[in-house]
């Protein structure tokens, strides 16, 4: 982030000045990974079953984790696939009903005495 300003995410959202440079690290590192996906979306029938599969396997075992983990990374994925205007219809179920399977689960946080 090179010019401190709160992006649309941040600001929908309500991220407090203080936490923008660490909620915007996260979300543009959750942006490449969707992008990422994007591109195997697009290019599926160039790359072929076996390729889109161990993408499938890698959002499925690496990225879905890594989002469920981060209260921050969670909520800017809920805000992309409720909000819908940045995926295209075809990419949304693709990303839904193959991959993620909808939100990713909360994590509980549980309280230790």
Same mark, same amino acid.
């Given at each position: 982030m090179r010019h401190d300003?709160?992006?649309?995410?941040?600001?929908?959202?309500?991220?407090?000045?203080?936490?923008?440079? &660490?909620?915007?690290?996260?979300?543009?590192? +959750?942006?490449?990974?969707?992008? #990422? =996906?994007?591109?195997? !979306?697009?290019?599926?029938?160039?790359?072929?079953?076996?390729?889109?599969?161990?993408?499938?396997?890698?959002?499925?075992?690496?990225?879905?984790?890594?989002?469920?983990?981060?209260? &921050?990374?969670?909520?800017?994925?809920?805000? +992309?696939?409720e909000s819908r205007d #940045? =995926?295209?219809?075809? !990419?949304?179920?693709?990303?839904?009903?193959?991959?993620?399977?909808g939100l990713p689960e909360?994590?509980?946080?549980?309280?230790?005495?």
């Amino acid at each position: 982030m090179r010019h401190d300003v709160k992006g649309p995410y941040a600001h929908s959202l309500k991220i407090s000045d203080e936490q923008v440079k &660490d909620f915007t690290g996260k979300t543009v590192m +959750m942006f490449y990974q969707v992008n #990422l =996906l994007r591109d195997v !979306f697009e290019q599926r029938d160039i790359l072929g079953e076996g390729v889109v599969s161990s993408y499938e396997g890698w959002a499925k075992t690496i990225l879905r984790p890594w989002i469920n983990d981060d209260e &921050d990374i969670r909520n800017s994925w809920s805000l +992309m696939l409720e909000s819908r205007d #940045l =995926l295209g219809g075809e !990419f949304l179920e693709w990303l839904t009903g193959h991959i993620v399977i909808g939100l990713p689960e909360k994590k509980s946080k549980e309280k230790s005495d």
